[in-house]
T-cell receptor
Framework: GAVVSQHPSRVICKSGTSVKIECRSL??????MFWYRQFPKKSLMLMAT?????????EQGVEKDKFLINHASLTLSTLTVTSAHPEDSSFYIC?????????????FGEGSRLTVL | DAKTTQPPSMDCAEGRAANLPCNHS???????VYWYRQIHSQGPQYIIH???NNETNEMASLIITEDRKSSTLILPHATLRDTAVYYC??????????FGTGTSLTVIP
């Protein structure tokens, strides 16, 4: 199946710093990628839809200036958590749609665990 | 996306079939039913999807009722490695996928 890779898988940072998480589709092109966050023992919460070459679409309640998304190419989307605080600690997961198949099947990365001290 | 409801947890004996139900009574005509599972601290893994007809692949079978208001994921011979949270999603190409609470399946030795 199609492979989506995230990097880093784990990151620890100090409060006030910014952290960038990369999401790559390794063997296919993805015009659309999605970013989720997940708190312990909770379900995935959709944060935003990342569209190649255009601005991301954010879900209600998600601060776009806090979570910057860039989708500069058909194989790479990045999520930058700006001025991170401990409450931003979470598991961040990206997914990409396998374009052209016609059924909207999504492939997910392995997730990035952010810990803000 | 249509809202889906699933039982919060289920147990299944190893080697037996695991039948995971999902209700999606407000699903629209062009929305597919997708099943994913998530093993602890990993990204969700695609299992199967379908529109109207029952589907089977190497991992599981998907049974969709004729009115499409509910479906059942069947793992024919559950193993300990099938212990995970299973998510049922009703969605469509190019649209966002919204996850419900899922079913936490525990396969018991």
């Amino acid at each position: 199946g199609a492979v989506v890779s995230q990097h880093p898988s784990r990151v620890i940072c100090k409060s006030g710093t910014s952290v960038k998480i990369e999401c790559r589709s390794l063997d296919f092109q993805a015009t659309t990628m999605f970013w989720y966050r997940q708190f312990p023992k909770k379900s995935l919460m959709l944060m935003a839809t990342s569209n190649e070459g255009s601005k991301a679409t954010y879900e209600q309640g998600v601060e776009k200036d806090k979570f910057l998304i860039n989708h500069a190419s058909l194989t790479l989307s990045t999520l930058t958590v700006t001025s991170a605080h401990p409450e931003d600690s979470s598991f961040y997961i990206c997914s990409a749609e396998l374009a052209g198949v016609g059924t909207g099947e999504l492939f997910f990365g392995e997730g990035s665990r952010l810990t803000v001290l | 996306d249509a809202k889906t409801t699933q039982p919060p947890s289920m147990d299944c004996a190893e080697g037996r079939a695991a039948n995971l139900p999902c209700n999606h009574s407000t699903i629209s005509g062009n929305e597919y039913v997708y099943w994913y599972r998530q093993i602890h601290s990993q990204g969700p893994q695609y299992i199967i999807h379908g529109l109207k007809n029952n589907e089977t692949n190497e991992m599981a079978s998907l049974i969709i009722t004729e009115d499409r208001k509910s479906s059942t994921l069947i793992l024919p011979h559950a193993t300990l490695r099938d212990t995970a949270v299973y998510y049922c999603i009703a969605g469509n190409t190019g649209n966002q996928f919204y996850f419900g609470t899922g079913t936490s399946l525990t396969v018991i030795p």
